[in-house]
């Protein structure tokens, strides 16, 4: 709801840099990032994904990001880049965001970052 909000009141530009702003990130923070294609300057696309790395990276905290394509902005710019390559170019959405659901599932269920444990 603060994303959507913000984004109304504000715009879709600076939804993410700014969320990260009043989250307080810091230099022990890392950012998570999700995409497909990463962003692109020359392009104009994702920019608000752009704002947000770019923010962080003042900050210096670190950035992750698993992305399907290498090329974008966000490939070139995180301090780790996982590229979930797809041969088929058509299948390049698809196949990025089912290994990234795949990967966010590994992440919060590791026993070292779990803060409840599983009921099942």
């Not at 692109?40 to 950035?63: E, M």
């Not at 290498?70 to 880049?81: E, H, I, L, T």
């Amino acid at each position: 709801s603060e994303i959507t909000a913000r984004t109304n009141d504000e715009g879709f530009e600076t939804i993410f840099e700014e969320y990260l702003k009043i989250s307080k990130l810091d230099k022990k923070d890392l950012i998570l990032i999700f995409s497909v294609g990463g962003g692109n300057q020359k392009k104009n696309v994702s920019t608000n994904l752009i704002k947000a790395i770019k923010y962080a990276k003042r900050i210096g905290c670190k950035i992750i990001s698993i992305v399907g394509k290498n090329d974008g902005f966000a490939f070139k710019n995180s301090d780790c880049s996982i590229f979930v390559k797809s041969n088929d170019t058509k299948l390049v959405t698809p196949i990025s965001e089912s290994m990234q659901v795949v990967i966010w599932h590994l992440f919060v269920s590791h026993p070292k970052l779990k803060s409840n444990p599983t009921k099942w």
